[in-house]
């Protein structure tokens, strides 16, 4: 059986749009594309560490058509690239609802990106590795799909932008598997669903009359 695993970049507040460079995905207004390129710009070697594993396993890639296109419009162009070499021989599924043919080499399309993408899993082969593609996480996110989460936390505010976990995530716990932390404050996390998520209370057995005011309060509160 074959693992979904989502690789994102995200910064602190939620926001994966347009990591690279500011001509990625400016839509809705965005106006920090290529937030993360201060990060590396003086040689972090865990984040260039952490890239080499995960680009050194074998993997099929999962995309979003956006995502797609932005990387059929680059990555055969930089064949002097190893990620670019790993990206142009590797097989490309790509969630489109689109008919037009998709011009880079070895692109599979997928109509019915959940569906499809419950049936791949089930198929040998190796891990089905997402990059970018919010639309596609938040599909497979809602029908359970995803086995893994590689997140590159780094450590800047961006307000609004595409967001990984948007409105409508699924409740889900949550296990962390693996941390690292490179020397300009990214967060390297893996991430593995859970389960549901678990509560508890840290209330008083015998809570005071103004603890009791306040919750009748609460209930016609917004």
Known sequence: MRKVV?????SLDGVMQAPGAPEEDPTQGFKFGGWTFPFWADGDTVLDEAMGALFGA??????????YEIFAAYWPFATDNPIGEAFNATR?????SSREPLTWNNSVALHDAATEVA????QAGPILLIQGS??????LLRAGLIDEFRLMIFPVLLGKGKKLFAE???PAALQLVDSKLSKNGVTLNTYRPAGAVKTGSFAQ???SDAELERRERMKTEG
């Not at 989502?6 to 995200?10: D, E």
């Not at 919010?134 to 599909?139: K, R, T, W």
């Open 6 to 10: 989502a690789a994102v970049f995200v």
């Open 58 to 67: 074998p993997y099929d890639l999962l995309l979003g058509r956006k995502t």
């Open 92 to 96: 490309k599924y790509v969630a489109t």
């Open 119 to 122: 049936k791949l899993k089930q």
């Open 134 to 139: 919010s639309q596609l996480i938040q599909s």
């Open 168 to 170: 409508g995530t699924q």
């Open 205 to 207: 057995d015998k809570p």
